[in-house]
């Protein structure tokens, strides 16, 4: 098989620039690992930035978002047992985030990429990526147990954290950069009414950090920072829902209406970057080239920015015979992925309760939540970071 750009992975970051592609008439092909159900089944983000929602109208792709969506003008941080509203609309001249989840993002991709009848190689065995640093760039791949080989002119890689097209690279052509949090978030999903469908609620509490976030006004996702030798089994549903309650203040508590969890489970949090993106004629985007902790609800706009960067870069290409963007898409991408690792490490770090925190760090993170409350200046640039900044 033979076509101009040969994607590994169908998350978001595949598909979106998969439809990006097409739409700008480069062929293309995405070689995913898993099943279709698989990927879907996966429950990771909800909150899309601006820039994420205006790439899902430039790939077609749009309309449900705008439907379903929830915008949201405000975030509230609570502490001390008080919620402190962060006017992120008025803060930012009118951006606002948008409340959707990744798995409805990734269907409506899934959907249009099935109608306009794109090649899609799911549960795709042993793929390899070859011949980058030349001008023949394969993919290769297992399936039916026939071994098959696409030969195209350049790979994206964006097959996530624990992919093969980092692993591909020679050890002496990347640097990575890694910070792993010793904690974890366990999240649960539930067909209940949000407690707060207007404002992300991000706690900091004694016994630790709680977060109340939704996927629609019948569906809610909350999170409880957890320690990392917990398993998910140690968490019963009710057990889940007594501490929510008891990390968030009381009169939010009140409101908050449990339900049978539909989804369950603890992801680790870790800050990465990988440097630089560009290997000859593999790109990386999207989680295969960094990782951030889903405080800031960073992850998958960042994996969107960076698609936004590629498809412009591939695009003109093609078009204007001009290789300025491919030669300077890990420059730019990474000036923006490491701005928003910083916002994602900040507000990790003062919302949540480290282990071998010590008195005196307490009290520091105590007077900076005071501080980024009560000083328009220091919510201004937390509303900035978190709408998302300029591409
Ligand atoms: P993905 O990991 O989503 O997709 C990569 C795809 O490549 C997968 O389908 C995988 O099966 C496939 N693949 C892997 N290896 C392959 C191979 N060898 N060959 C072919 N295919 C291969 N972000 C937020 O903003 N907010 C959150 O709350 C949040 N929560 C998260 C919770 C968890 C548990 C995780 C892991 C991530 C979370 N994220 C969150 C970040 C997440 O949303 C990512 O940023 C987003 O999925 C990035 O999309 P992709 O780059 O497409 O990577
Ligand atoms: C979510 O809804 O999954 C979510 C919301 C806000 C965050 C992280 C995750 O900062």
Redesign the pocket.
């Known amino acids: 098989m033979r076509t101009q750009v040969a994607i590994v992975g169908a998350g978001p970051s595949g598909l979106l620039l998969g439809q990006l592609l097409h739409r700008a008439g480069i062929d293309n092909v995405i070689v995913e690992r898993q099943g279709a159900d698989y990927v879907l089944g996966r429950?990771?983000?909800?909150?899309l930035e601006q820039v994420t929602v205006n790439l899902m109208d430039e790939a077609g792709v749009g309309a449900r978002l705008h439907r379903e969506g929830v915008v949201h003008h405000a975030i509230d941080l609570a502490f001390d047992g008080r919620r402190h509203p962060i006017d992120v609309h008025g803060l930012t001249g009118g951006k606002v985030v948008t409340?959707y989840?990744?798995t409805e993002l990734t269907h409506d991709l899934m959907d249009a990429r099935r109608d306009e009848n794109l090649p899609t190689v799911y549960e795709a065995q042993d793929v390899a990526v070859s011949g980058f640093d030349g001008t023949r760039p394969q993919v290769q791949y297992r399936k039916d147990g026939q071994l098959h080989t696409i030969d195209c002119d350049f790979i994206a890689g964006c097959d996530g954290f624990h992919g093969v097209c980092r692993a591909s690279v020679p050890r002496d052509a990347i640097r990575e950069y890694e910070k792993v949090y010793p904690f974890g978030?366990l999240?649960l999903l539930a067909d209940v009414p949000p407690v707060s469908p207007h404002a992300?609620v991000?706690a900091n509490s004694e016994r630790g950090f709680a977060?109340c976030?939704?996927?629609s006004l019948v569906r809610s996702?909350y999170?409880v920072q957890v320690p990392l030798a917990d398993k998910v089994e140690d968490w019963g549903d009710d057990r889940f829902w007594d501490e929510l309650r008891r990390r968030i203040d009381p009169e939010l508590a009140e409101r908050v209406v449990t339900g049978p969890s539909i989804e369950k489970s603890i992801a680790p949090l870790r800050s990465f970057v990988a440097e630089p993106l560009r290997f000859g004629r593999l790109f990386l985007a999207g989680d295969a080239g960094h990782i951030v902790p889903?405080?800031?609800?960073?992850g998958l706009n960042l994996a969107a920015s960076d698609v936004k960067y590629l498809s412009t870069a591939l695009i003109e290409h093609y078009r204007e015979r001009s290789d300025t963007g491919i030669d300077h898409y890990s420059d730019r991408a990474l000036r923006r992925i490491w701005k928003a690792e910083r916002f994602s490490w900040w507000?990790t770090s003062l919302l949540h309760r480290f282990p071998e925190q010590s008195v005196f760090d307490q009290r520091i993170q105590e007077a900076e939540l005071d501080y980024v409350v009560h000083s328009r200046a220091a919510s201004t640039a937390l509303a900035e970071n978190y709408v998302g900044l300029p591409l």
Do not use: E, F, V
């Open positions: 429950i990771r983000a909800g909150i409340a989840g990744q978030w999240g992300i991000y977060l976030s939704m996927r996702r999170y889903p405080t800031g609800a960073k507000l």
